[in-house]
């Protein structure tokens, strides 16, 4: 079954840091570009982030630029989120998503369960 | 940054219904829309690729047209399970952006 389940979220005060994980299954995670993408309670959907399929290409939004750091293990089957200098903005449910194909304009055809970042004091 | 506009935010339809939503590009993205579906309290889901793409496993009654800066997703029948809000996805640029999402109610 192919799967995607990330980890790594919680309750940190503004200005600290987390790492998100998303551990994949039932694919080759090594052949796709992978993703980040938020949702703010009761808001819509934000990309994040994303990396291709061997870490040549990075992209970021401009509201984490400069603060987040996306970074895969391809031995591991492994995706990540270092999110650092966290501001109340960045509270949200944080997907894990694959890109459906080889090609950068594919959908995401695999979305894992989201794991919640919450930036309170 | 391409900005996705969705309308009506809101729709509240009957079963058998037929909906239609649109979704326009702030410029032109060819046909790199996609549309998702996502229930409350779930992962969104994939319906829709490349603007009128079936995807496997998704109930026929949901079909799209449109390109370059006008698109359209349309349930024919409309069933319960479809309360959900409905997104717009565009994959033109390097950096994707989603519409605002429309909330479908079932009455």
């Known amino acids: 079954e192919v799967q995607l389940v990330e980890s790594g979220g919680g309750l940190v005060k503004p200005g600290g840091s987390l790492r998100l994980s998303c551990e994949a299954s039932?694919?080759?995670?090594?052949?796709?570009?992978m993703n980040w993408v938020r949702q703010a309670p009761g808001r819509g959907l934000e990309l994040v982030s994303s990396?291709?399929?061997?870490?040549?290409?990075?992209y970021y939004a401009n509201s984490v630029k400069g603060r987040f750091t996306i970074s895969r293990d391809n031995a591991k089957n492994s995706l990540f989120l270092q999110m650092n200098s966290l501001r109340a903005e960045d509270t949200a449910l944080y997907y894990c998503a694959k890109l459906g194909g080889l090609v950068r304009t594919d959908a995401f055809d695999i979305w894992g369960q989201g794991t919640l970042v919450t930036v309170s004091s | 940054e391409i900005v996705l506009t969705q309308s009506p935010d809101f729709q509240s339809v009957t079963p058998k219904e037929k909906v239609t939503i649109t979704c326009r590009a702030s410029?032109?993205?060819?046909?790199?829309l996609h549309w998702y579906q996502q229930r409350p309290d779930q992962s969104p889901k994939l319906l829709i690729k490349y603007a009128s793409q079936s995807v496997s496993g998704v109930p026929s009654r949901f079909s799209g047209s449109g390109s370059g800066t006008d698109f359209t997703l349309t349930i024919n029948s409309l069933e319960a399970e479809d309360a959900a809000t409905y997104y717009c996805?565009?994959?033109?640029?390097?950096?994707?952006?989603f519409g605002q999402g429309t909330k479908l109610e079932i009455k």
């Open positions: 039932g694919f080759t995670f090594s052949s796709y570009c």
């Open positions: 410029q032109s993205i060819g046909s790199n």
């Open positions: 990396i291709s399929s061997s870490s040549n290409y990075i």
């Open positions: 996805h565009q994959s033109s640029s390097l950096l994707h952006t």
